[in-house]
T-cell receptor, first 114, second 115 residues
Framework: TQLLEQSPQFLSIQEGENLTVYCNSSSVFSSLQWYRQEPGEGPVLLVT?????EVKKLKRLTFQFGDARKDSSLHITAAQPGDTGLYLCAGTTYYGGSQGNLIFGKGTKLSVKP | DAGITQSPRHKVTETGTPVTLRCHQTENHRYMYWYRQDPGHGLRLIHYSYGVKDTDKGEVSDGYSVSRSKTEDFLLTLESATSSQTSVYFC??????????????FGQGTRLTVV
C-alpha cells in the first residue's frame, strides 16, 4: 500500500510567520500535487510538480519536489489569515495514457491567527 | 471552475435506507471519482469511472455501488445506509495529462448523516 505521510498534522501560527509543511513517502511518484481545502468546500488544486528537484512558486507559496520524487514540501512566507485551511498533498504513480489514481495524504490543518 | 455539481449538499437518512448521491459535470471529462472524507482518514477513494458504464472499485468500496449511464453523470448509491457511512462525500473529475499526470477537480461535497 502506497502511503503519503504529511507533517505536521496541525499547525497554529501568528500572521507574518513562515512555515513549512512536509509530504513524505517510500514510493516514487511521477507527479505530486498540493491542494488547499477550506471548511465546507472541496479541495482546490494549487500546484503540480513533476520533475525531481523542481521548485515552483505561487506568490508567497513555494513548492518543492524531492530529487528522488518521493517527497515534497510546501513553504509559506509571511503567512496571512487567508492561508488558513487544510493542505493536502496527493501523488500519482504513473501517467501517460494509463490512469493513475491519486493517493492523498491526510492533510495539515493550518490556522493563521491575526 | 470545473463545472461539477453535487446533489444533495446535505442529507440525513435512517439506517437501512437506500441513498443515492449525484455528481454532474459540464465539461465532458472521461474520469470521475467518488471519495469520502473523514477525520483521521483523509480522502479515500470509493469508486471511479473511466467512461460510460466503465467503473472500478477504490480503497473503500464495500457497501457502495456506482453507475454511469451518461458521461456527465456519476451516481453513488448506498444500498442500505449504516452509521459508519456518515461522512462527507466528494465527487471529482480528473484531467489526465501526459506531462502533469492526474489532476483532480472537486465538487463542493455532500454531507451525509446516517442516524
Amino acid at each position: 500500500t502506497q502511503l503519503l505521510e504529511q507533517s505536521p498534522q496541525f499547525l497554529s501560527i501568528q500572521e507574518g510567520e513562515n512555515l513549512t509543511v512536509y509530504c513524505n513517502s517510500s514510493s516514487v511518484f511521477s507527479s505530486l500535487q498540493w491542494y488547499r481545502q477550506e471548511p465546507g468546500e472541496g479541495p482546490v488544486l494549487l500546484v503540480t510538480v513533476v520533475t525531481g528537484g523542481e521548485v515552483k512558486k505561487l506568490k508567497r507559496l513555494t513548492f518543492q519536489f524531492g530529487d528522488a520524487r518521493k517527497d515534497s514540501s510546501l513553504h509559506i512566507t509571511a503567512a496571512q489569515p487567508g492561508d488558513t485551511g487544510l493542505y493536502l498533498c496527493a501523488g500519482t504513480t504513473y501517467y501517460g495514457g494509463s490512469q493513475g489514481n491519486l493517493i492523498f495524504g491526510k492533510g495539515t490543518k493550518l490556522s493563521v491567527k491575526p | 471552475d470545473a463545472g461539477i455539481t453535487q446533489s444533495p449538499r446535505h442529507k440525513v437518512t435512517e439506517t437501512g435506507t437506500p441513498v443515492t448521491l449525484r455528481c454532474h459535470q459540464t465539461e465532458n471529462h472521461r474520469y470521475m471519482y467518488w471519495y469520502r472524507q473523514d477525520p483521521g482518514h483523509g480522502l479515500r477513494l470509493i469508486h471511479y469511472s473511466y467512461g460510460v458504464k466503465d467503473t472500478d472499485k477504490g480503497e473503500v468500496s464495500d457497501g457502495y455501488s456506482v453507475s454511469r449511464s451518461k458521461t456527465e453523470d456519476f451516481l453513488l448509491t448506498l444500498e442500505s445506509a449504516t452509521s459508519s457511512q456518515t461522512s462527507v462525500y466528494f465527487c471529482a473529475i480528473s484531467k489526465v495529462d501526459s506531462q502533469f499526470g492526474t489532476e483532480a477537480f472537486f465538487g463542493q461535497g455532500t454531507r451525509l448523516t446516517v442516524v
